[in-house]
């Protein structure tokens, strides 16, 4: 949750009469304690977070086969890269929020193994990333998909 304080700032069609510099905004933030997950829950966070992320994440390799054959589909420039990075940072940083005692599932010790496993996958991924290196990405998204596949077996059997 961010608190502005804000003195008085003048509208774009105000007629200059109060003319309160914007600097006076201050961003004031909670201390981290009280600082409160978005309000969804863990499913949606899954949804809407984890799994486009994981798929960003997976493209920093792959093949497909058409009728002239295999089709490299892995990332070809800098912004391709890019995307593979961001995805990663983005299932790094939902490990985070899942790992919040309000995302929590039981039992709870496995339910953080899982997140921590995935959050150690998300950082080599970044990596792998980073150094543009697709033999790694292959790897990294191989052992992805087993993570979250074996995540699924005890928290969500009948996930898709």
């Known amino acids: 949750m961010l608190i502005l304080a804000l003195g008085s700032i003048p509208v774009a069609c105000s007629d200059g009469a109060n003319t309160t ?6 961003a004031v933030s909670p201390p981290v304690e009280q600082r409160v997950a978005v309000n969804i829950e863990t499913l949606e966070v899954m949804i809407h977070v984890v799994d486009p992320a994981a798929r960003a994440f997976w493209r920093g390799w792959g093949e ?3 009728k002239e054959g ?3 589909i892995s990332p070809q420039n800098d912004a391709d890269w890019k995307r593979v990075e961001d995805g990663a940072a ?9 790992r919040q005692p ?6 709870a010790k496995d339910w953080d193994r899982f ?3 995935l959050a150690k996958l998300a950082i080599e991924g970044k990596l792998g ?6 033999q790694a990405m292959y790897e990294l998204g191989a052992k992805l998909d087993e993570a979250c596949d074996a995540c699924h077996a005890v928290f969500a059997p009948n996930a898709p």
């Open 64 to 66: 497909v086969y058409t």
């Open 21 to 26: 510099d914007v600097t006076q905004a201050v």
């Open 129 to 134: 990333a980073e150094y543009q290196d697709k």
């Open 90 to 98: 983005t299932v790094l940083v939902a490990t985070n929020l899942l």
């Open 102 to 107: 309000a995302y929590t599932r039981a039992p």
């Open 115 to 117: 997140a921590a496993d």
């Open 70 to 72: 295999w089709t490299d």
